[in-house]
T-cell receptor, first 107, second 113 residues
Framework: SQQGEEDPQALSIQEGENATMNCSYKTSINNLQWYRQNSGRGLVHLILIRSNEREKHSGRLRVTLDTSKKSSSLLITASRAADTASYFCVRDTPLVFGKGTRLSVIA | DVKVTQSSRYLVKRTGEKVFLECVQDMDHENMFWYRQDPGLGLRLIYFSYDVKMKEKGDIPEGYSVSREKKERFSLILESASTNQTSMYLC????????????FGDGTRLSIL
């Protein structure tokens, strides 16, 4: 399978805590992307990290990439109830999606 | 901001009907995609198009066809709908096939009775 595999499948945290989601993949990549999907809606692009980058930030989001381990992580700091969603890591060309991590942030 | 608009949020059709799902993007993107999303299976690529009148099969093209007569519009066609095509259908567009984010519509939840 060329899917990104997210871990854990589900995560429940309290508001204000940090949330970390991990992703592993099997073949080499040019880039890896993270998306968010609110229940019943389309996906929203969060961050694209290229294979020659190790870390990237966007607001409260931090993505790391370790190509030697074929893994990536998404950290959401100071989580809010509005962060409740499914999060997908996606390898490129064409995009192949994993099954996602369902994050619940409890107020 | 890129806007990808899918014609219906919810659609109910009967087995054997010909079903059209329409998708329009307003950013002059070359590439457009159709996915279906099912519980436990994630998103799976049905077809994509990298130019007008051009199309490529994705992972699960059986039972579907597509049409791209104009750059901004990409249609998914179920020639003879079956109950196993009940799903959430998501359309996306991007500037390039790789190394660029995809922009998604809100999805069409299709039920085939």
């Amino acid at each position: 399978s060329q899917q990104g595999e997210e871990d854990p499948q589900a995560l429940s945290i309290q508001e204000g805590e940090n949330a970390t989601m991990n992703c592993s993949y099997k073949t080499s990549i040019n880039n890896l992307q993270w998306y968010r999907q609110n229940s019943g809606r389309g996906l929203v692009h969060l961050i694209l990290i290229r294979s020659n980058e190790r870390e990237k930030h966007s607001g409260r989001l931090r993505v790391t990439l370790d190509t030697s381990k074929k893994s990536s992580s998404l950290l959401i700091t100071a989580s809010r109830a509005a962060d409740t969603a499914s999060y997908f890591c996606v390898r490129d060309t064409p995009l192949v999606f994993g099954k996602g991590t369902r994050l619940s942030v409890i107020a | 901001d890129v806007k990808v608009t899918q014609s219906s949020r919810y659609l109910v059709k009967r087995t054997g009907e010909k079903v059209f799902l329409e998708c329009v993007q307003d950013m002059d993107h070359e590439n457009m995609f159709w996915y279906r999303q099912d519980p436990g299976l994630g998103l799976r690529l049905i077809y994509f198009s990298y130019d007008v009148k051009m199309k490529e099969k994705g992972d699960i093209p059986e039972g579907y066809s597509v049409s791209r007569e104009k750059k901004e519009r990409f249609s998914l066609i179920l020639e003879s709908a079956s109950t196993n095509q009940t799903s959430m259908y998501l359309c996306a567009s991007s500037l390039a096939v790789s190394n660029q984010p995809q922009h998604f519509g809100d999805g069409t939840r299709l039920s085939i009775l």
